[in-house]
């Protein structure tokens, strides 16, 4: 028979097993999973939150940077347009002085006098120049209401000067490509001979 002591000595002895059980169970008791992958893909959900935030926010910017930049141009835009209507009042003022001594200088002889009358209007003509006003000449060219008003007619019976302007009464003048102020004008009309 055997020995029960003996039967105790072939059994490999208890070994005492400790298990650590790393799954997490909620309170619902659904099974979590692994602590460290869900911490894992809250930070990258994150990063990519705060990637888009980022993004959203350089739009934006880029947005308000674009606004600024056009605003500016226009204020630039504005404020040029705004001297331009200036300068052109301005010049009127000016363009009237030239008209009264250009009238002056109509019936003028060759006396010191008259030719004083004309350095002075000469010297307003050259400055009006350099402020950026253009003398606009019409003589001799067909009439063209952009540029003068016809104040008077005269006759002709040549064809070929029908609708030109034959004297200035008053001189036009542009401000860069702007008509500051339109002529005075005499134009022809032609009118057939009377056959006898």
């Not at 099974?31 to 926010?57: F, H, K, M, S, Y």
């Not at 307003?124 to 009439?143: Q, T």
């Not at 008509?179 to 009309?189: E, H, I």
């Amino acid at each position: 028979m055997s020995d029960p002591s003996n039967q105790r000595e072939s059994e490999p002895p208890e070994v005492a097993v400790r298990v650590n059980d790393r799954r997490r169970v909620r309170e619902d008791g659904v099974e979590a999973g692994e602590p460290e992958v869900t911490e894992v893909a809250r930070l990258t959900a994150d990063l990519e939150a705060a990637r888009r935030r980022i993004d959203e926010l350089a739009r934006g910017l880029q947005h308000s940077e674009a606004e600024r930049e056009a605003f500016k141009h226009r204020m630039t835009r504005e404020r040029d347009q705004l001297l331009e209507l200036e300068k052109g009042k301005v010049a009127v003022v000016l363009l009237e002085s030239i008209d009264d001594l250009d009238l002056c200088l109509r019936s003028a002889d060759d006396s010191p006098f008259s030719k004083g009358v004309k350095l002075i209007r000469d010297g307003l003509i050259k400055r009006a120049e350099e402020f950026g006003l253009e003398r606009v000449e019409l003589l001799g060219l067909p009439f063209d209401p952009n540029l003068s008003e016809a104040s008077d007619m005269e006759l002709t019976d040549d064809q070929a000067s029908d609708g030109r302007v034959v004297e200035v009464l008053k001189a036009a003048w542009r401000l860069k490509s702007r008509v500051l102020r339109p002529g005075r004008v005499k134009v022809a009309r032609y009118v057939a001979p009377a056959q006898a």
